[in-house]
């Protein structure tokens, strides 16, 4: 789904710390010229705002020229092509690690468009922010490449490459195999602690403003990645209650009272966070032209379907194939319902929306689906081993993937690459 991108710029001259400001260049394709682009986008903010910080850690950013990027994607063929968003388009590629030894690396190229002051004002800001923060649930930019030549200007980014895709592609396009339960849990699990990290975990706190399914990559594991910083902003220093902006974001996830006011705080990406906890229960977009009108806006729709009443069940997700817990998913839509209160104030903070995640991981261990309660005895079971039949059938499985899921909970905390990989085999067995 494409940004929206409006203007409704109330309060520039109010705004203490500005997005990176704007600077035309007349550069030629050089690394150095490429560098100061961005450090020169640096000024005007209070002291260690996200530009300072970027002076201090981003000296691992890669700076490309146009022409290694160029031949990295084959001349951006469109047989690498392997997305487009509002900004531009995303091709595979293979660059060679910096010191020319050994093999080329798979990365993510997005090219942007060359629409002068909004792209390369987007392209800044990506490469600021990604420049400075580092979480195991946000996606590593690799480096950058600007260049004002012949061909006009140029702005790309070379990404890790995450071969999964988004959370949007397995979602909604039918191509893919659909998500399990468990996988659906980790992945929101994940997408929390990076907003969790960039709300909480920083000297800034920084505000995503963009966050939706698309935005949510995955990795060969399925762990979530966060991307697209191109409209993410610092949020208000301890003595202001907001910033005010220019409202951008995508329709479908912005916070009502974000597209009111312009007041952006970190409970905007919360309200966010809420419709894409709906789009993972229902396997629905956030909003659906195609469906009939009472069904096009999926915040409207499960209104009808309270988490603690019966019919809950009735917005589930069918690829899930019923094969989830329905306790563990009312508390799940319980806790989207208070990411998306109206008043930004008592929505949860994004560490709270993790201890709650964590908490139903642990406690839905003994909660099934009245599905799979009628799999309680072993006949009525068509997938349970006959080991698992004489363990009392699919419930004892479910139990233990419960209990594998809570473990999960337990130790995401540390991130580390192997519980991942846990999950994986869990998911296979
Ligand atoms: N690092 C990456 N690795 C692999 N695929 C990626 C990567 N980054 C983006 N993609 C793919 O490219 C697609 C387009 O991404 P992009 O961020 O340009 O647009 P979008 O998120 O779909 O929309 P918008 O521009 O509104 O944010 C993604 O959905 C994803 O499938
Ligand atoms: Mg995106």
Redo the contacts with the bound molecule.
């Keep these: ?3 929206f991108c409006y203007f409704k710029d109330r309060s520039r001259s109010r705004q203490r710390r500005s997005a990176p400001e704007l600077k035309t260049s007349g550069t030629s394709d050089t690394s150095g010229a490429a560098d100061r682009l961005i450090k020169s986008s640096c000024s005007a903010t209070s002291p260690r705002g996200i530009p300072e910080l970027y002076e201090e850690k981003a000296h691992n950013l890669r700076v490309f020229r146009f022409s290694e990027l160029r031949q990295a994607t084959n001349d951006f063929s469109r047989l690498l092509k ?7 388009s ?1 091709y595979k590629g293979r660059i060679k690690p910096e010191d020319g030894r050994g093999e080329p690396v798979l990365v ?1 190229i ?1 090219k942007l468009n060359q629409d002068g002051v909004q792209g390369h004002k987007q392209w800044v800001a990506e490469v600021q922010f990604l420049g400075v923060v580092d979480h195991p649930n946000l ?1 590593k930019l690799i480096g950058y490449c600007a260049d004002d030549g012949e061909r006009g200007i140029q702005r790309l980014l070379a ?4 071969p999964n ?2 959370l ?2 397995h979602l909604f396009n039918k191509t893919y195999r659909p998500l399990s339960w468990e996988v659906r849990l980790q992945i929101l699990l994940g997408a929390a602690q990076g907003l969790a990290y960039l709300h909480e975990g920083l000297e800034v706190q920084v505000i995503h403003r ?1 966050f939706k399914s ?2 949510v ?1 995955l990795d060969e594991e399925f762990k979530a990645k966060l ?2 910083f191109g409209l993410a902003r610092e949020g208000p220093t301890a003595d202001r209650t907001h910033v005010s902006t220019a409202v951008v974001g ?1 329709h479908g996830y912005a916070a009502p009272d974000y597209i009111e006011t312009g007041h952006l705080t970190t409970r905007s990406d919360v309200w966010s966070f809420g419709v894409v906890i709906y789009e993972v229960l229902t396997g629905r977009r956030s909003v659906e032209r195609n469906r009939p009108r009472s069904e096009q806006k999926l915040l409207d729709w499960v209104k009808h379907y309270p988490a603690d009443s019966k019919k809950f069940i009735m917005i589930m997700d069918p690829r899930l194939e019923n094969q989830y817990s329905a306790g563990a998913a009312s508390k799940i839509a319980k806790l989207a319902d208070s990411c998306l209160q109206k008043n930004a104030k008592e929505r949860p903070k994004m560490s709270q929306v993790v201890q709650s995640l964590m908490e139903v991981a642990q406690t839905s261990s003994g909660d099934r689906s009245p599905i799979e309660k009628s799999f309680d005895s072993p006949e009525n079971c068509p997938t349970a081993p006959e080991n698992e039949a004489s363990q009392g059938g699919a419930s004892e499985s479910w139990k233990r993937r419960m209990a594998h899921l809570a473990k999960l909970g337990e130790q995401v905390e540390g991130s580390g690459r192997r519980r991942f990989l846990m999950m994986q085999r869990a998911k296979v067995q």
């Design positions: 789904m494409k940004c392997i997305g487009e968003g509002g900004f531009g995303v993510a997005k996606v990404y890790e490459f995450m895709k988004s949007e592609d963009d698309s935005n990559l991307s697209d995508t």
